[in-house]
């Protein structure tokens, strides 16, 4: 069989063709979601980086009105992630896929380039895509490049991964779970928090982790560190939520066991009951700073 790809271009392993992953994300994904990304960017933009909201239990009604160019900014934000997070999973579909094959060195950097299986991608993560690092399974894999692999991944294959409905089986993979950075998309619309690669809450729980969204949505706007992240009192969630105070830590418990019964289930270990849900004493709740808010739609 005719091999069409170009040799390489210094008999080291790593195909003529093969680009650094920076270079090879930009030419291995779509251009529209490129564009729709570039869009979001502009958006985000055209608002203060550091943006400033104004409390309701002091200023009432009053503090909506201020609240509206935080409540755009915040909007222009989770676009913009969900551009990015689209382009992500496109690309480690087609890595997953065989459509692209990523190449590490042995012995990094001098060694040879050899190619990574495409089943591999299950157990890896894409730590830093700038320097095109990866890990996983107690490997760091540095200086990535990839290079076209079998037949391409479907256009209708990549359009179905812009749905947020079929994150979760892309990212189940066996990876344990302190080694992941959890990531979950809100759907105001159908009242819905998707854990990617773990699950999905609905009704009273999708209600309690969307409040404690809001508040860590702000946090990241304004580009607080993870400790200083705020916790939403006992007063504030029980008056929001309309429900008393021992309803409420019921209603925590529970909610901890669904995500701690759907997260053992996916990684296949014991989860701490902190994964998503943090608390700490006078101090109230707070969504785990550790947790990536992807999207968030539907007001």
């Not at 900014?73 to 992500?88: P, V």
């Not at 490997?139 to 079998?150: E, V």
Request: a positive charge; proline letters at 7%; one cysteine or more.
């Amino acid at each position: 069989m005719n091999d069409s790809r170009a040799p390489s271009s210094q008999g080291n392993g790593l195909p003529g063709d093969a680009l650094p992953l920076p270079e090879a994300v930009r030419r291995f994904v779509p251009n529209d979601l490129w564009e729709t990304y570039a869009t979001a960017i502009r958006r985000r933009a055209s608002f203060p980086q550091r943006i400033v909201t104004y409390s309701t239990w002091i200023e009432g009604e009053a503090a909506a009105a201020k609240n509206r160019p935080a409540v755009l900014a915040l909007e222009a934000q989770a676009a913009k992630d969900k551009a990015w997070a689209t382009i992500q999973r496109v690309f480690l579909a087609r890595l997953t896929e065989g459509a692209l094959i990523a190449y590490v060195r042995r012995e990094f950097p001098f060694g040879k380039w050899d190619p990574l299986p495409p089943d591999s991608w299950r157990a890896l993560l894409i730590t830093d895509w700038r320097r095109g690092t990866a890990e996983g399974g107690g490997l760091r894999l540095a200086d990535l490049h990839i290079a076209p692999g079998g037949p391409s991944y479907s256009e209708e294959s990549a359009s179905r991964l812009i749905s947020a409905e079929e994150t979760p089986a892309l990212a189940a993979a066996a990876v344990p779970y302190a080694e992941r950075q959890l990531q979950l998309t809100i759907d105001n619309r159908t009242s819905k928090i998707i854990i990617i690669g773990v699950g999905e809450l609905t009704g009273a729980d999708y209600r309690l982790v969307a409040v404690l969204a809001e508040i860590a949505k702000q946090d990241v706007v304004q580009h607080l560190p993870p400790e200083e992240h705020r916790f939403v009192n006992v007063q504030q969630l029980t008056k929001q939520l309309k429900m008393t105070d021992g309803s409420l830590y019921r209603r925590v418990s529970k909610c901890r066991k669904a995500i701690a019964d759907m997260a053992a289930a996916a990684f296949g270990e014991p989860v701490s009951k902190e994964l998503v849900i943090e608390n700490s004493p006078w101090h109230g709740f707070r969504l785990n700073p550790n947790i990536r808010i992807i999207a968030s739609t539907g007001d």
